[in-house]
């Protein structure tokens, strides 16, 4: 009974110990942490915006290709639709514009699917070299992300440094820093 006591002792010292170590070590090394919300800098940088602008640029022009496509279906289809018109050669060509309309728009769906996500990928290699920039520039040792899917379920406010990324950001994107 007296070596269990004794020996309950000692592990309450060795823990003491140890927590004691643990709060001096922590307090001791000074690491600069801080967060953004990844989502608002990505939305915010200029780049993405830049970029987003030409996709839209490109999705538009498609988009009157298929527009005119469809509008010659529609007259293909007003004529088939009187019967003085109506005769197999222009069914057969209107069955091959239709086939053509559909092939175009699945062509057209499947590039700007890939388009989107070629900018979108360029946008977060440009982004993340910035964020590393920033860091080392302003000696941090931890720039955390969050975005609402659980990774920083809390964080104080003074530790945000979002709108100080997205401001960095857009002066590298744009050559001045």
Same mark, same amino acid.
């Given at each position: 009974?007296?070596?269990?006591? !004794?020996?309950?002792?000692?592990?309450?010292?060795?823990?003491?110990?140890?927590?004691?170590?643990?709060?001096?070590?922590?307090?001791?090394?000074?690491?600069?942490?801080?967060?953004?919300?990844?989502?608002?800098?990505?939305?915010?940088?200029?780049?993405?915006?830049?970029?987003?602008?030409?996709?839209?640029?490109?999705?538009?022009? !498609?988009? @009157?290709?298929?527009?005119?496509?469809?509008?010659?279906?529609?007259?293909?289809?007003? @004529?088939?639709?009187?019967?003085?018109? !109506?005769?197999?050669?222009?069914?057969?060509?209107?069955?091959?514009?239709?086939?053509?309309?559909?092939? @175009?728009?699945?062509?057209?769906?499947?590039?700007?699917?890939?388009?989107?996500?070629?900018?979108?990928?360029?946008?977060?290699?440009?982004?993340?070299?910035?964020?590393?920039?920033?860091?080392?520039?302003?000696?941090?040792?931890?720039?955390?992300?969050?975005?609402?899917?659980?990774?920083?379920?809390?964080?104080?406010?003074?530790?945000?440094?979002?709108?100080?990324?997205?401001?960095?950001?857009?002066? @590298?994107?744009?050559?001045?820093?």
């Amino acid at each position: 009974m007296l070596n269990s006591i !004794r020996s309950l002792r000692i592990a309450i010292i060795a823990l003491f110990c140890f927590t004691a170590f643990i709060l001096f070590y922590t307090l001791q090394t000074n690491t600069k942490t801080a967060y953004i919300n990844i989502t608002e800098v990505f939305n915010q940088f200029d780049l993405k915006k830049q970029l987003e602008k030409k996709y839209t640029v490109t999705k538009n022009a !498609r988009d @009157k290709v298929l527009d005119s496509l469809k509008f010659n279906l529609q007259m293909l289809n007003t @004529k088939l639709s009187d019967p003085k018109f !109506r005769n197999d050669t222009l069914l057969v060509y209107f069955n091959l514009k239709k086939e053509e309309f559909y092939q @175009k728009n699945g062509e057209f769906e499947k590039d700007n699917q890939n388009y989107s996500t070629q900018l979108d990928s360029e946008v977060l290699s440009q982004l993340n070299q910035y964020i590393k920039d920033f860091g080392k520039e302003h000696k941090y040792d931890y720039i955390l992300g969050t975005d609402g899917n659980g990774s920083i379920m809390y964080a104080v406010d003074n530790k945000d440094i979002t709108k100080e990324i997205v401001e960095y950001i857009n002066l @590298k994107y744009k050559g001045v820093k």
